[in-house]
């Protein structure tokens, strides 16, 4: 099994991986880790909920061969075959996860559907979860094309790029999904070419 989680070639592209999941592992509250995590986007192979704990683990990404839902013993994976960007719409009950991840996946996404993910985010996560999202800085547009044209980053990865957010927009798209302002807190990593951004419910 190819064990990426992006698409195309890019030699930084798994270095850029487990950075991503070391910075989302760090804000992952231990006692959420008793709980179900959903991990959104989370590639063809699920790297993140490979490489993290939880009592049962769920990934939805658009690339997965089977249609439906899918579970994976020998990961321990539940896998759901869906594009979230043309349907947003979570096919779980309320208050299922205690936490949800999207690294790197918000700038697949236009605002309109980004904020309906973000209100089904919100349904989906138990009271006190925690949304966690990573995602390139703005800045960094010029960069990561350049990058991908020497094929250090993926060059399909950067195409398929709709917007690039910056913390402060992310954080209002949160509050226009019914997340609290004083609930969201967000920074930097990778020398700021990265942002993360977690709202709790």
């Not at 992006?6 to 850029?16: D, H, I, P, S």
């Not at 590639?43 to 439906?68: C, I, R, S, W």
Request: net charge neutral; hydrophobic share 40%; proline share 5%.
């Amino acid at each position: 099994m190819n064990k990426s989680s992006t698409r195309g070639f890019g030699l930084f592209e798994k270095f850029l991986s487990y950075q991503r999941i070391e910075m989302a592992n760090s804000l992952i509250p231990e006692k959420s880790r008793a709980g179900r995590v959903l991990d959104i986007g989370c590639g063809f192979y699920p790297l993140f909920l490979v490489n993290t704990f939880f009592k049962e683990k769920y990934g939805v990404d658009k690339m997965f061969h089977h249609q439906g839902i899918e579970h994976n013993s020998v990961l321990n994976i539940t896998s759901i075959k869906k594009d979230i960007e043309s349907d947003p719409i979570l096919p779980f009950q309320d208050n299922f996860f205690s936490v949800v991840t999207a690294l790197a996946m918000v700038e697949h996404v236009k605002p309109t559907p980004a904020i309906e993910l973000f209100k089904e985010i919100k349904r989906v996560l138990e009271p006190g979860g925690v949304y966690i999202i990573t995602t390139p800085s703005p800045w960094t547009e010029t960069i990561l094309k350049t990058l991908s044209l020497v094929r250090l980053v993926s060059p399909v990865e950067i195409k398929d790029h709709k917007d690039l957010y910056s913390k402060e927009i992310l954080a209002n798209f949160l509050q226009n999904a019914g997340f609290e302002k004083d609930k969201i807190s967000s920074g930097h990593f990778e020398l700021g070419m990265n942002t993360w951004v977690k709202a709790e419910k």
